[in-house]
């Protein structure tokens, strides 16, 4: 679902800041060679990751879901010089294409990738996390969040995708539909949880900002 016209779409990309070459060859060959290349964060939401990194500064990013990496690279824009940031997905088939392209970042020494069920790998991580982008199983959202909490600090910002889900949380809920059920009581949890401060933001599919107080 668009939520805004392509043509007032397009006004917004036009009038932010410019997606970086590396990324738009990573844009290029993902939708040549990758399956669901829809999936891809693309320019205007990657910019508005670069920039809330860039704000927040991290020393340790904790990225749930790589894909092809884009996200992760926009992610990387803010790291401190000396940080990490740590991206988990569970197709293997997209290591070398990840790897390529953060080698040819300038960030390829700082970024750890690892391959995996998240919910395994996450307990075995020993940083506390400055900042977090969530956008892997859509069923799993609430488990990452709790798995997630005991690894942050006050002022650590968490960033949920798809939180929208093409608009079907605002539609009459199918009874067979678990994900959009578990995406509604995300969203809800999010929205009332005592630890943090939360507001859905309207970008692409919906992007939830939350920082932990």
């Known amino acids: ?39 891809l964060t693309g320019h205007l939401q990657g910019r508005v990751l670069s920039l809330l990194s860039k704000i927040t500064n991290p020393e340790y990013i904790l990225e749930i879901g790589t894909y092809t990496g884009y996200s992760a690279l926009c992610l990387a824009e803010g790291l401190q010089n000396k940080g990490k940031l740590h991206t988990i997905d569970v197709n293997a088939e997209l290591y070398d294409i990840q790897r390529k392209y953060f080698d040819k970042s300038g960030f390829g020494e700082q970024v750890v990738q690892h391959t995996g069920n998240a919910l395994e790998i996450i307990p075995q991580l020993t940083e506390t996390f400055d900042l977090v982008f969530i956008d892997a199983e859509k069923k799993d959202y609430l488990n990452y969040l709790n798995l997630i909490l005991p690894k942050t600090k006050s002022g650590t910002v968490i960033l949920s995708d798809n939180v929208l889900w093409s608009g079907k949380v605002i539609e009459e809920l199918d009874p067979k539909d678990k994900t959009t059920k578990i995406l509604l009581e995300y969203n809800k949890t999010l929205a009332s949880h005592p630890l943090l401060d939360t507001v859905l933001l309207p970008i692409r599919d919906g992007l939830t900002l939350s920082r932990v107080k």
């Open 1 to 39: 679902m668009h939520f805004l016209s392509t043509l007032l779409e397009d006004y917004i990309a036009d009038n932010s800041q410019s997606e970086p070459e590396l990324l738009a060859a990573l844009t290029r060959e993902t939708y040549l060679k990758i399956i669901q290349p829809r999936m």
